[in-house]
């Protein structure tokens, strides 16, 4: 498998808009310019704290395609990591490429998942909670579009090597979001698409995983799942 094309990231862009229903700004940060005057930061209302497992897509969410069960604490660890193709203990070669590990489950991180029985292809949605700009993580796999991944197994190690492409973020109702493309030369080979959305401190990731290097991401049921947990974050922190 070659390396991906690489493309460089859209430029940031947070739109918030308020006039006449002030309360859709949500937790924007909303910015009134004075004339003459320095400008006048207006904090929106506080989000609401929310328990990750309430607001977590129900498996009858997924398509009948890819029966679903939410994962316990170490099967979510699990899948969050394979989610960034760093399982746990890996050694990512350069370090700064590490991915920054999920907290504790079920406080700040959950997940559940859905299987295709004929194509063994992946459908994940996780929630984690986290005080991080998603746009450090994004700037990581910025630079980082190859990386190698160490993994000690039995009596021989393995070594993968991970190539990530940034593509156009997801246009959906959230603080900040980015989407990439990951492929996995090993054994056995892996490709991704990996869907994110931040609002407030939730960070909503939805993936696709398939061990097919020539198939074709399901897009439409990524799509579907993903828009689907945003809104229903967004309903729950900012209702």
């Known amino acids: 498998m070659g390396a991906m094309s690489r493309r460089s ?12 229903v ?18 006048v930061t207006v904090p929106g209302p506080p989000d609401r704290p929310v328990v990750l497992a309430d607001v977590l897509p129900a498996p009858d969410r997924f398509p009948p395609d890819y029966p679903a069960a939410v994962l316990d604490p170490a099967a979510a660890d699990a899948a969050i990591r394979a989610v960034d193709a760093v399982p746990a203990g890996a050694v990512v070669d350069p370090p700064e490429c590490t991915p920054p590990a999920p907290g504790p489950g079920p406080a ?3 997940a559940v998942q859905g299987r295709d029985p004929d194509t063994g292809a992946e459908l994940t949605v996780a929630l984690t909670r986290t005080g991080t700009d ?23 190690e393995q070594r993968r090597t991970v190539h ?3 593509r156009p973020r997801p246009p959906v109702d959230a603080d900040d979001t980015f989407a ?11 490709r991704l698409l990996v869907l994110v959305a931040q609002i407030g401190e939730v960070r909503v990731t939805a993936a ?6 020539d198939a074709d ?23």
Not at 9 to 20: E, G, K, M, N, Q
Not at 26 to 37: H, N, Q
Not at 208 to 213: F, Q, V
Request: proline share 10%.
């Open 9 to 20: 990231p859209a430029p940031l862009a947070h739109l918030c808009v308020w006039a006449v």
């Open 22 to 39: 002030a309360a859709l700004a949500g937790g924007c940060v909303r910015v009134v310019p004075g004339r003459g005057e320095a400008a």
């Open 108 to 110: 700040d991180a959950v």
């Open 134 to 156: 998603p746009a450090v993580r994004r700037d990581q796999l910025a630079a980082c579009p190859s990386f190698t991944v160490t993994v000690a197994g039995g009596e021989a």
């Open 164 to 166: 990530t492409e940034l």
């Open 180 to 190: 990439v493309a990951v492929e996995v030369d090993g054994d056995p080979p892996a």
């Open 208 to 213: 696709w995983r398939g061990d097919d290097p």
């Open 217 to 239: 991401p399901d897009s439409t049921a990524l799509d579907a799942l993903f828009t689907d947990a945003v809104l229903q974050v967004r309903r729950a922190v900012r209702p």
